[in-house]
């Protein structure tokens, strides 16, 4: 099925640069970038700052996926993990460049760009952030 | 005369590996004695995620990490392989959005065989000369295709390497280039097709070391100078055997070709070859040293170019991203299964 063009284009800085913003009252950074800080409010309107994130974190949990979406089916099994990013937010990304058993929580990462997916082999192709160890 | 030349390089090689003895083993041939024709004992596989965009992205954003130019002066890019990822739908773009160059900039996928990098190069280089732009980004990466089967499962790899061209903090100027082309069948993959063909034994004589070797003299002619006067030289390298033929052509010893020949360790990364070999000299190069590096497209042509590292290189922050040694050896090995499901040998509905 055809995947929405325009919504992947409208994240392309998201999801090449990890581009998030940061609330100008109370310093939380935010990824992906948010409208408004949820705890400062109307006190955070107009004072969302443009953020590039480092891209550098560290795995919080994981988990092993051995039955994929459709588009992952070939990469089975692979890990998924919650990656704490050093500016703060909490991720959700594939981890690549790493055999399953040496994975590990609490495992420094770095985001990497690949592919993540495509519309078959007619459509667009989506790349994006994954995360590799940190040597 | 302001030196115009290197500013920053960087380069990507995923780290899957298939040995030549794994691919033999499956077409009931000899891996043994094929690594050693070819001098190539493994060659490096993109993962199911990794293409020329991947590739040259990775490239780009290790060469920017090593200096403090801003993204945002990247005037022109351009990027060569035959692998692009789209045949329609430039991959400069995506490289471009994803180091922060856009949108103030020059794009242009090129392709000739091999040599497309580097005539992104002689493009940024000729852009700076003339004033049009700061910086230029010239990346050679592919991911190579062979037919199962075919002798060019042995060697076509995957990897690349960006070049940032400017003429400030230059770590090593582009003193001359030149290039030498001619209409030579000896290689090709015609539209809408999955692999390439080639000319067998015909891709030797008349189309590599012919190229390389008028190429190399004639650049040599125009920079006055002689192989002795070279630390280092880089040839495209399909194999490990014509470069260091093509050495003995010329007059280069091995000690000047060695420290550039990275196809014995990741095969024939096709338009990264030349540069990527160009980028493992550079980072062992002191100042003063002088490399010959020239090209090779089938189609066919050669560029040549003769560079000079200068004192600036021991200021270069090398040590901000991974040298080509350091990719070479970290590696993951696979089976010819796995191999072909992550170079889309395999086909279902």
């Known amino acids: ?135 | 005369m302001t030196d115009i030349g290197i500013v920053s390089y960087g380069g990507s090689i995923p780290r899957l590996r298939i040995k030549a003895e794994e691919l033999a083993d499956v077409w009931g041939k000899d891996g043994t004695r094929i690594a050693k024709g070819l001098g190539i004992a493994e060659k490096s596989v993109p993962s199911i995620d990794q293409d020329t965009a991947t590739i040259s992205v990775e490239a780009a954003r290790n060469a920017l990490k090593r200096c403090h130019i801003n993204p945002q002066d990247i005037g022109s890019i351009y990027i060569g392989s035959e692998s692009h990822p789209y045949a329609v739908k430039p991959t400069g773009t995506i490289v471009g959005e994803a180091i922060g160059a856009t949108p103030d900039l020059m794009v242009a996928d090129y392709e000739f065989a091999c040599k497309a990098g580097t005539a992104g190069v002689q493009n940024c280089f000729s852009n700076v000369k003339a004033g049009l732009i700061k910086y230029g980004l010239a990346i050679g990466a592919d991911t190579a295709q062979a037919a199962p089967g075919d002798a060019l499962e042995f060697s076509a790899a995957a990897g690349g390497a960006a070049f940032i061209i400017g003429n400030e903090k230059v770590i090593a100027a582009i003193n001359h280039t030149y290039s030498y082309a001619t209409d030579t069948p000896d290689f090709w993959r015609r539209a809408e097709q999955k692999y390439p063909r080639h000319g067998g034994r015909f891709t030797g004589e008349p189309a590599y070391f012919k190229h390389v070797t008028n190429a190399s003299k004639n650049l040599m002619e125009k920079a006055k100078t002689t192989p002795k006067d070279y630390d280092y030289a880089v040839f495209h390298q399909p194999n490990a055997k014509f470069p260091l033929k093509e050495a003995k052509i010329l007059g280069f010893t091995k000690e000047q070709i060695k420290p550039g020949l990275k196809v014995s360790y990741i095969g024939n990364t096709y338009s990264g070859a030349s540069l990527v070999g160009l980028a493992g000299v550079l980072d062992i190069a002191k100042p003063g040293d002088r490399i010959l590096m020239t090209s090779y497209g089938s189609g066919a042509g050669s560029d040549s170019f003769d560079i000079t590292v200068t004192d600036e290189i021991s200021k270069y922050e090398r040590d901000k991203a991974p040298l080509i040694d350091d990719m070479i050896n970290d590696k993951e090995y696979i089976s010819y299964g796995v191999y072909a499901k992550y170079t889309d040998l395999l086909y279902w509905e």
């Open chain 1, 1 to 135: 099925m055809p995947k929405d063009v325009p919504r992947f284009w409208r994240e392309i800085q998201q999801r090449y640069n990890m581009k998030g913003n940061k609330c100008g009252s109370c310093d939380r950074v935010y990824f992906p970038p948010r409208e408004s800080c949820p705890y400062c409010r109307r006190e955070s309107m107009g004072k969302m700052e443009k953020i590039k994130l480092s891209g550098k974190g560290e795995i919080i949990t994981y988990t092993i996926i051995h039955v994929g979406p459709e588009e992952f089916e070939e990469q089975v099994p692979y890990p998924v993990a919650i990656i704490q990013l050093e500016e703060g937010p909490k991720i959700t990304a594939q981890i690549v460049d790493c055999k399953i058993d040496e994975l590990k929580i609490g495992m420094k990462v770095e985001s990497e760009f690949r592919k993540i997916q495509q519309d078959g082999s007619t459509g667009a192709i989506y790349y994006g952030y994954k995360f590799k160890p940190v040597e």
